[in-house]
């Protein structure tokens, strides 16, 4: 599984996915993740750099890290 299918919640339950996440893009992790555990990582990435969250390069950067652990 790839990260772009990966569920949030089953990208939230592994501690690297997290200690990326936190790492690159602290900003991601104040939100209530929790309301979006059944969507895809793909999806809420898409989200938040298209509403400036997180830029774009950030988010390639979080996508290739996580698949390299995947």
Same mark, same amino acid.
């Given at each position: 599984m790839? +990260?772009?299918?990966l569920t949030v919640k089953d990208? %939230?339950?592994n501690e690297k996915c997290v200690?990326?996440?936190k790492e690159l893009a602290p900003?991601?992790?104040?939100?209530p993740i929790?309301? +979006?555990?059944?969507?895809?990582?793909?999806?809420? %990435?898409?989200?938040?750099v298209s509403k400036k969250i997180v830029p774009e390069e950030i988010a390639r950067a979080i996508e290739s890290k996580i698949n390299a652990i995947l």
């Open positions: 790839d +990260f772009r299918h990208c %939230f339950a200690a990326i996440i900003q991601i992790m104040k939100y929790k309301l +979006f555990n059944k969507k895809t990582c793909g999806e809420i %990435f898409d989200l938040v």
